[in-house]
């Protein structure tokens, strides 16, 4: 009974929170992956017009921009830590790298999603050695989107590896002559 109760007194306070939210900032939650309580915590966060006045300053603000950490020649960047910490957690972060070995270090700073060069370029060999043996270029586009589909997710925290996937493709392609 007492779940059934708070269950009911959750939804009455996102349903109240929506209606605040769309009389501040009206279409706001209507935009993909924002709902009633990350537009609240935006909203409050920015607080009023003028404090940010870039989609750098809001980044600072957030918690999400670069900061340089550049060592000899190597240049490197890092999330800035700092900003809003209530806000942060609400900005999901998308990140590329040159190198799959990189993966794990942008995760730990706090990307959400990795997309590596390596992956892409790998999937463009894949598509090139499957045209050489004359694979129908339907196949070859099913196939290379089923692997970004698939592959994308081991970018993304808590997914299955990426051997896994293209082995699974591998011996989806392989015809018993």
Request: aromatic share 6%.
């Given at each position: 009974?007492?779940?059934?109760?708070?269950?009911?007194?959750l939804?009455?306070?996102?349903?109240?929170?929506?209606?605040?939210?769309?009389?501040l900032?009206?279409?706001l939650?209507?935009?993909?992956?924002?709902?009633p309580v990350?537009?609240?915590?935006?909203?409050?966060?920015?607080?009023?017009?003028?404090?940010?006045?870039?989609?750098?300053?809001?980044?600072?603000?957030?918690?999400?921009?670069p900061?340089?950490?550049s060592?000899?020649?190597?240049?490197?960047?890092?999330?800035?830590?700092?900003?809003?910490?209530?806000?942060?957690p609400?900005?999901h972060i998308?990140?590329?790298?040159?190198?799959?070995?990189?993966?794990?270090?942008l995760?730990?700073?706090?990307?959400?999603?990795?997309v590596?060069?390596?992956?892409?370029?790998?999937?463009?060999?894949f598509?090139?050695v499957?045209?050489?043996?004359?694979?129908?270029?339907?196949?070859?586009?099913?196939?290379a989107?089923?692997?970004?589909?698939?592959?994308?997710?081991?970018f993304?925290?808590?997914?299955?590896?990426?051997?896994?996937?293209?082995?699974?493709?591998?011996d989806?392609?392989?015809?018993d002559d």
């Amino acid at each position: 009974m007492a779940a059934r109760e708070a269950t009911h007194t959750l939804r009455v306070n996102r349903s109240e929170l929506a209606a605040i939210v769309a009389e501040l900032v009206p279409g706001l939650c209507d935009r993909p992956g924002i709902g009633p309580v990350t537009a609240a915590q935006a909203i409050i966060s920015f607080s009023h017009p003028g404090r940010c006045r870039s989609e750098a300053a809001f980044a600072k603000l957030a918690g999400t921009s670069p900061l340089e950490v550049s060592t000899g020649q190597t240049e490197r960047h890092r999330l800035n830590q700092g900003g809003d910490r209530a806000l942060n957690p609400a900005i999901h972060i998308i990140a590329r790298t040159r190198y799959l070995r990189e993966i794990e270090d942008l995760r730990a700073t706090g990307a959400d999603q990795v997309v590596p060069e390596e992956f892409e370029t790998s999937i463009e060999i894949f598509s090139l050695v499957l045209q050489h043996y004359r694979m129908p270029a339907r196949v070859i586009a099913e196939k290379a989107e089923r692997i970004r589909q698939e592959g994308y997710a081991l970018f993304r925290k808590g997914q299955p590896g990426l051997k896994e996937i293209v082995a699974k493709e591998a011996d989806d392609l392989y015809v018993d002559d």
